[in-house]
Nanobody, 119 residues
Framework: QVQLVESGGGLVHAGGSLRLSCAASEHTFSPYRMGWFRQAPGAEREFVASIAWSGSSTNYADFAKGRFTISRDNAKNTIYLQMNSLRPEDTAVYYC????????????WGQGTQVTVSS
């Protein structure tokens, strides 16, 4: 079973930046798409951004456009989420996820990494 391991979370002041990483445990893992989701206290998990494993297709939630950038390094089986101009409302646990097919659900999830933005 493939494991996804996130890192890079932490505490940052409003306006600051963080870069999250998510590494897949198997070098042969070749998903269709990978993404980032987040869940704030008392809220439902929400989509942040996604990226195709091949090609250049990316998608962003409206709140992430212009501030967050998703990227990948296929050789390292890793995706990244560069987050700039962070706001207190970005405080959440950020999860990495992957799916193997276009129509399938995100079936692989990481354990999450906490991002806290202080005002």
């Amino acid at each position: 079973q493939v494991q996804l391991v996130e890192s890079g979370g932490g505490l940052v002041h409003a306006g600051g930046s963080l870069r999250l990483s998510c590494a897949a445990s198997e070098h042969t893992f070749s998903p269709y798409r990978m993404g980032w989701f987040r869940q704030a206290p008392g809220a439902e998990r929400e989509f942040v951004a996604s990226i195709a494993w091949s090609g250049s297709s990316t998608n962003y939630a409206d709140f992430a456009k212009g501030r967050f950038t998703i990227s990948r390094d296929n050789a390292k089986n890793t995706i990244y989420l560069q987050m700039n101009s962070l706001r207190p409302e970005d405080t959440a646990v950020y999860y990495c996820a992957a799916k193997r097919t276009m129509i399938g659900q995100y079936a692989y999830w990481g354990q999450g990494t906490q991002v806290t933005v202080s005002s």
